[in-house]
């Protein structure tokens, strides 16, 4: 198996990165290996490579949504994950959301951060890009939302956000979920195979 741990660079307003994170657990069981999952800011991302989000470039083409839509059945298929619920409220803003979970990296309680702001985009969604809706919504899964949403203002957070994310799109992202094994780089759920494929030496 390959020393290095696989990168998992996300967003949270990406319905493809929650589904990469619920398909990640089974492949950690399967290859032993363990996803260091990356925060960065999709919109930064999407500005610096001049790309857009798939709501945008699909809307209008004749029979590409639809093949989108299938690709993400056999995904949830494939890797036994439940399906996505849609946020209304999408396109999310999700910088701050961003910014706290790197917040949360500096608290230590980014694990379950990452399980909580998921849970609240993608499977109870709710309009996460407003601070009062958000902070209720991570003290409602534990976490000291207030606290962590304050932090996120802070400069060495933002700092770090803006790193992970300008090194991202240095390596060669252009989107989010973005997969790195070594210098390896991967886009999008459905190359999570691909990934599995490499740290388990196939």
Do not use: C
Not at 104 to 131: I, L, N, R, S, T
Request: glycine share 6%; no cysteine.
């Amino acid at each position: 198996m390959s020393q290095t741990n696989p990168q998992f660079m996300f967003d949270f307003g990406s319905p493809n990165a929650f589904l990469s994170h619920e398909a990640i657990p089974a492949i950690e069981k399967r290859t032993g290996a363990k996803f260091e999952y990356v925060p960065i800011l999709l919109g930064g991302i999407f500005k610096a490579t001049n790309n857009k989000s798939p709501a945008e470039t699909l809307a209008g083409v004749k029979n590409k949504r639809e093949f989108h839509a299938l690709e993400t059945e056999r995904f949830v298929r494939r890797f036994k994950v439940k399906p996505y619920v849609w946020n209304p409220n999408f396109p999310v803003n999700t910088l701050n959301l961003m910014r706290a979970a790197v917040a949360a990296q500096f608290e230590g309680v980014f694990e379950k951060y990452v399980e909580a702001a998921f849970h609240h985009m993608w499977v109870e969604p709710k309009k996460m890009d407003d601070p009062e809706v958000a902070a209720k919504a991570l003290t409602a899964s534990g976490l000291d939302g207030a606290k962590l949403l304050t932090r996120a203002q802070d400069a060495d957070v933002k700092a770090r956000l803006i790193e992970n994310t300008q090194s991202a799109v240095e390596r060669g992202a252009f989107g989010s979920p973005t997969f790195f094994v070594g210098n390896e780089m991967f886009f999008g759920k459905e190359q999570l195979r691909e990934v599995e494929e490499l740290i388990a030496g196939a």
